[in-house]
C-alpha cells in the first residue's frame, strides 16, 4: 500500500510561484510513475503533469507547458511540481498520485491507483 501527502498549496496572486511537494511511504517509489492532477469546483479532475519512474521522462497539459515544471528525488520519495506564471484558472484542488508498482510510465488517469488527500492552490487576481 502507498500513502502520498501534498503540500505547499495556498493563496497566492496572479503571476507568483508555487511549489508543491508529495511525500510517498511504502516501497518501491522509483519502479512508479507519479503524477500530478487538479480538480476545479464542478470539473473532473483532469492530468497536469506525469513522470516517468526514473525520472526521465515527462509530460504536461497543453494549459501548463513551459509554465510547470515536474521532477522527482527518488531518494526522499518525493515528487514535486514547480508552478510559475500563475493565473487564476490554476485554481483547483491539487492531487499527487501513483501508478501500482512496476508502472513506470502512465499518462492517463485511470493508470493511477493510489491518492492524495489533495491541497487547495488558489491564484487571485
Known amino acids: 500500500q502507498v500513502q502520498l501527502v501534498e503540500s505547499g498549496g495556498g493563496l497566492v496572486q496572479v503571476g507568483v510561484s508555487l511549489r508543491l511537494s508529495c511525500v510517498a511511504s511504502?516501497?518501491?517509489?522509483?519502479?512508479?510513475?507519479m503524477g500530478w492532477f487538479r480538480q476545479a469546483p464542478g470539473k473532473e479532475r483532469d492530468v497536469v503533469a506525469t513522470?516517468?519512474?526514473?525520472?526521465?521522462?515527462?509530460d504536461y497539459a497543453d494549459s501548463v507547458k513551459g509554465r510547470f515544471t515536474i521532477a522527482r528525488d527518488n531518494a526522499k520519495n518525493t515528487v514535486y511540481l514547480q508552478m510559475n506564471s500563475l493565473k487564476p484558472e490554476d485554481t483547483a484542488v491539487y492531487y499527487c498520485?501513483?501508478?501500482?508498482?512496476?508502472?513506470?510510465?502512465?499518462?492517463?488517469?485511470?493508470?493511477?491507483?493510489?491518492w492524495g488527500q489533495g491541497t487547495q492552490v488558489t491564484v487571485s487576481s
Open positions: 511504502g516501497p518501491t517509489f522509483s519502479f512508479r510513475a
Open positions: 513522470i516517468s519512474g526514473s525520472g526521465g521522462s515527462t
Open positions: 498520485a501513483a501508478t501500482r508498482s512496476g508502472r513506470r510510465y502512465g499518462a492517463l488517469r485511470m493508470e493511477y491507483d493510489y
